[in-house]
C-alpha cells in the first residue's frame, strides 16, 4: 500500500483527541480546499497533501492555549515519525514536514517559504471564514479558553483582517472573507449569539 493510502487510514486516530477547532472535519475540509489550490498553482500534492492531513496534529485538548503559538512545530516533529511508520522516503518526510511548519499565523518559522505551504496556509484560513470556521471559532474559545463570545467575535474580525492570502488562487477564493466580517459584526451590533 502507498504510504498515503497508509496515512490516510490512520487519521482518524490521529485527530480524535484534538481540540474541537481543529478537528478531523477541519482537516478533511482543508484537504479539499489544498488540492484545488494545490492544483491549479503547481504544488508537489505528494508533499502538500500529507502535510495537510498532519497539519493539526499537535493540538490535542486541554493543550490550548500554551501550545497554540508553537502547534505547526510541534506537529512538525510529531509528523516526522507518523511519516516514517507509513513507509515515506527521508527526502519527502523532510519536504512535508517543512510545509507544517509554514501553516501558522502564529508561529513565524524560518523555514523557506514553498508553493506547498502557501496552499497550506490558504486552505487553513480559506476554511475559517467561513459560517462553519466561525463556529469552530466560537466553540473552541468557549471550551478551551472560556472567552465570552461577543469578544470572541471580536477577534474573530481582527484575525479576517490581518492575514493576506499567499497564492494567486487563494486571493480569488478568499474574496468573501468581507461576508464573514460582515456577518460577525452584525452579532456585535445585536449584542448577542442567535
Same mark, same amino acid.
Given at each position: 500500500?502507498e ?12 485527530? $480524535?483527541?484534538?481540540s474541537?477547532?481543529?478537528?478531523? +472535519?477541519? !482537516?478533511?475540509? !482543508?484537504? %479539499?480546499? &489544498?488540492?484545488?489550490?494545490?492544483? $491549479?498553482?503547481?504544488?508537489?500534492? @505528494? ?10 496534529? &499537535? ?5 490550548? /492555549? ?5 502547534? &505547526? !512545530? ?8 507518523i *511519516?516514517?511508520?507509513c513507509?515515506? $522516503? ?6 512535508? =514536514?517543512?510545509?507544517? %511548519?509554514q ?5 513565524p518559522?524560518?523555514? /523557506?517559504?514553498t508553493?506547498? +505551504?502557501d496552499? *497550506? ?10 459560517s =462553519? +470556521? @466561525? ?6 474559545q &468557549? ?12 477577534? @474573530?474580525?481582527?484575525?479576517?483582517k490581518? @492575514?493576506?492570502f499567499?497564492t ?5 477564493? +478568499? ?7 460582515k456577518? =460577525?459584526q452584525?452579532?456585535?451590533e445585536?449584542?448577542? *449569539?442567535?
Open positions: 500500500m504510504p498515503i493510502k497508509i496515512l490516510e487510514t490512520k487519521l482518524s486516530d490521529l485527530y $480524535k483527541d484534538n474541537c477547532e481543529h478537528d478531523l +472535519g477541519h !482537516v478533511l475540509r !482543508v484537504l %479539499k480546499l &489544498a488540492k484545488t489550490i494545490g492544483k $491549479k498553482e503547481g504544488a508537489d500534492l @505528494f508533499i502538500l497533501l500529507p502535510a495537510v492531513m498532519l497539519h493539526d496534529i &499537535a493540538l490535542k485538548k486541554g493543550t490550548l /492555549p500554551e501550545n497554540n503559538d508553537k502547534h &505547526a !512545530v510541534l506537529g512538525s516533529e510529531m509528523a516526522k515519525n *511519516l516514517e511508520e513507509g515515506f $522516503k527521508e527526502e519527502k518526510i523532510d519536504k512535508i =514536514c517543512s510545509t507544517i %511548519k501553516h501558522s499565523l502564529d508561529n518559522t524560518d523555514e /523557506p517559504r508553493i506547498e +505551504g496552499c *497550506l496556509f490558504d486552505a487553513d484560513k480559506l476554511d475559517s471564514i467561513t =462553519c +470556521g @466561525f463556529a469552530r471559532y466560537l466553540q473552541e &468557549a471550551l478551551e479558553k472560556n472567552t465570552n463570545p461577543l469578544e470572541a467575535s471580536k477577534i @474573530f474580525i481582527d484575525f479576517l490581518d @492575514f493576506e499567499r494567486q488562487t487563494g486571493k480569488e477564493m +478568499g474574496r468573501d472573507r468581507s461576508e464573514a466580517i456577518f =460577525c452584525k452579532i456585535i445585536s449584542g448577542e *449569539l442567535c
